[in-house]
Structures are given as structure tokens and as C-alpha cells.
């Protein structure tokens, strides 16, 4: 029950981060952004990047199960989730293309971890 509430909180965390975002790195104009609004294609990318990467985690931890046993996976899978998380919060910088663009990417390697938690 624990695992399913944290994938669901990092699934939905997303929407709030970029609302709390809007403000200093800006997609739109100044007045869209005051209101929370983002760019479509940050909005949409960030939220399907985790969904993607957990359908591919779902996928490679099965194997990796398989190959490096139970115990090793899960660690992997949870250590996919710590590290994304960390650098996700802290290595964006630059035009705001670039913040999300990084945010993304480590968005879609927690998704990997996320994915890999489901049964």
C-alpha cells in the first residue's frame, strides 16, 4: 500500500510542481504564467515521460528480477527512484527550456523506478 501511495504521489506531483514553477521559470507570456499556466508541451511531456518510463519499467525490472534476483532489482528500482528525484531537484538550470527539458528526463528515469515497484 506504501509503494502504490508513493507511485501515485510522484505520478500526480507533477501537476502542483509546475503550477509553484510557473512563476520564475516561464514557457508564455508573463500574465499566463501568473495564472500557473505552462506551455503545452511542458505540461504533456512531463506527465507522460513518467507514465512511459513506468510501463518501461515495468518491463526491464521484470528481467532484471530474473537476472539479478529479487532483492538486487528492488534496490535498483528504488535507487532509479532516489537518484531521479535528487537530481531532478537539483541539477535544472539555465532558460527555462532547459529546466524542463532536465526535469523531464529525470522524470522518465523515475518512471523506470516507479514502474518497477507494480507487481
Known amino acids: 500500500a506504501v509503494s502504490n501511495f508513493s507511485v501515485q504521489y510522484n505520478f500526480n506531483s507533477i ?3 509546475l503550477i509553484v514553477m510557473s512563476e520564475s521559470q516561464c514557457t ?5 504564467c ?13 506527465t507522460a ?6 510501463v ?3 518491463i526491464s525490472m521484470g528481467y ?34 532547459n529546466v524542463y527539458t532536465i526535469i523531464i528526463i529525470f522524470r522518465f528515469i523515475m518512471g523506470i523506478g516507479l514502474g518497477g515497484v507494480y507487481p
Not at 508564455?28 to 499566463?32: A, G, K, T
Not at 515521460?49 to 513506468?54: D, Q
Open 28 to 32: 508564455l507570456s508573463s500574465d499566463e
Open 49 to 54: 515521460m513518467v507514465f512511459l518510463g513506468a
Open 15 to 17: 501537476s502542483i510542481a
Open 64 to 97: 532484471a528480477g530474473d537476472v539479478l534476483g529479487r532483492n538486487k532489482a528492488m534496490t535498483l528500482t528504488l535507487s532509479l527512484v532516489c537518484i531521479s528525484s535528487f537530481f531532478s531537484a537539483v541539477v535544472p538550470f539555465g532558460s527555462p527550456s
Open 34 to 46: 501568473k495564472d500557473g499556466n505552462q506551455s503545452d508541451w511542458v505540461t504533456g511531456t512531463a
Open 56 to 58: 518501461t519499467g515495468q
